[in-house]
C-alpha cells in the first residue's frame, strides 16, 4: 500500500493575513505532521461576473467587504506574497501547493514551479485552463470530481491522455458541499474511480468536506493514497470554510491515524510471527 499523502487546506482561512498564513503552515509541518499545504488563487475579476463582483455576499456576517468581489479581494495573496509562502515552506520542509481557479492564476502559480496544483471541482471542465496547464506546467494535476457526472470525469480524463499528461493526473473522489452529511460523502466511488481510471492516472485521492476523520481513514483503506482536509486554527474564526475545518489537534490525529494504518496494512510474513511465538509457547494447547 502507498503512502498517504495528507494535504492540509489551508484555502482563505488564512483570513487574509500573511502572518497567519504562516502560522497555519508551521502549525501543519511541526505539530501536524501535515505532507503538504495548500492555498487558492483567483483572479475574481476574470472568474465573477460584473454583476457578481458587485453583488453582496450571500451570507454578509461571513464578508470581508462590501460587496463579494471586495471580500474575495480581501483574501487573495499576490504572486510575490504566494513566492514568500512558498519559500517558506520549504525552509520548513513541508511542500506548498494552490488551487487555481482561472487561467490567470494558472499562469502564476505554474511560473512558481509547485510540486503538484490543484483544480477544484467547480473548475474541472475549464479546458483553456487544462489545456494551458497540461502543456506548459511539468508538475502533478490533482483534479477533484466533485459535482461531476461519470460522463464529465470519462472526458476529463480522456483529455488528459489526449495531452500525453494523464499519468501527472491525481483524480479526487469528492462530494460538494460543507460539511456533507455522511451518507452524502459516497466512499465506495473510490472502488469506481480505481477500477476505471487507477492504470489511466498516477493515483487516486480523497477531498472530505466531512466531520471527524473516521472516512478518511476508511478512504486511505479503500485506495485513495491522498488524504485532503480543510484545516483552521480556530473553527469559531469568520469565514465561510472554518466550521467545516479540522483544527489542529483533529489534523495531527488524522495523521497519526493514518500513519498507524500503513503499517497494519500487510500480511503476515510467516504463520506465526515473532511477537506470537512466546505466547504460542505459553499459552497454545499442547496435545
Known amino acids: 500500500m502507498k503512502k498517504a499523502n495528507v494535504i492540509a487546506e489551508i484555502g482563505c ?157 491525481v483524480l479526487y473522489n469528492c462530494t460538494s458541499g460543507y460539511p456533507v452529511p455522511f451518507e452524502d460523502v459516497c466512499l465506495l466511488d473510490i472502488t469506481l474511480l480505481i477500477e476505471k481510471y487507477g492504470k489511466r492516472v498516477k493515483e487516486i485521492g480523497f477531498s472530505g468536506h466531512h466531520l471527524g476523520i473516521a472516512v478518511d481513514i476508511a478512504a486511505y483503506t479503500l485506495g485513495a493514497t491522498w488524504v485532503e482536509r480543510h484545516y483552521t486554527l480556530d473553527r469559531t474564526w469568520k469565514g465561510t470554510d472554518h466550521s467545516a475545518s479540522l483544527e489542529p489537534a483533529g489534523l495531527r490525529k488524522l495523521v497519526r491515524d493514518l500513519r498507524a494504518v500503513e503499517q497494519a496494512l500487510t500480511f503476515k510474513q510467516s504463520d506465526i510471527l515473532d511477537i506470537e511465538a512466546v505466547q504460542r509457547e505459553k499459552l497454545k494447547n499442547k496435545k
Not at 492555498?39 to 454583476?51: D, G, I, S, W
Not at 463582483?53 to 495573496?77: I, M, W
Not at 519559500?87 to 502559480?109: H, P, Q, R
Open 13 to 169: 482561512n488564512h483570513k487574509g493575513d500573511i502572518e497567519i498564513a504562516k502560522e497555519l503552515i508551521k502549525v501543519a509541518k511541526i505539530f501536524c505532521n501535515a505532507d503538504v499545504v495548500k492555498f487558492q488563487k483567483r483572479n475574481n475579476k476574470e472568474l465573477l461576473t460584473e454583476e457578481q463582483y458587485n453583488a453582496p455576499h450571500p451570507n454578509p456576517v461571513n464578508s470581508y467587504g462590501d460587496t463579494y468581489g471586495a471580500h474575495r479581494e480581501f483574501l487573495e495573496f499576490s504572486l510575490e506574497q504566494n513566492r514568500e509562502l512558498k519559500e517558506y515552506c520549504e525552509d520548513l520542509g513541508i511542500i506548498w501547493s494552490t488551487s487555481t481557479w482561472d487561467l490567470t492564476s494558472a499562469k502564476e502559480i505554474a511560473s512558481l514551479k509547485p510540486k503538484l496544483i490543484k483544480i477544484p471541482s467547480a473548475c474541472n471542465n475549464n479546458y483553456e485552463m487544462l489545456g494551458w496547464l497540461c502543456e506548459n506546467y511539468e508538475g502533478e494535476i490533482h483534479c477533484s470530481t466533485g459535482m461531476t457526472t461519470k460522463d464529465e470525469i470519462e472526458e476529463l480524463v480522456s483529455f488528459f491522455e489526449s495531452k500525453g499528461k494523464n499519468k501527472d493526473l
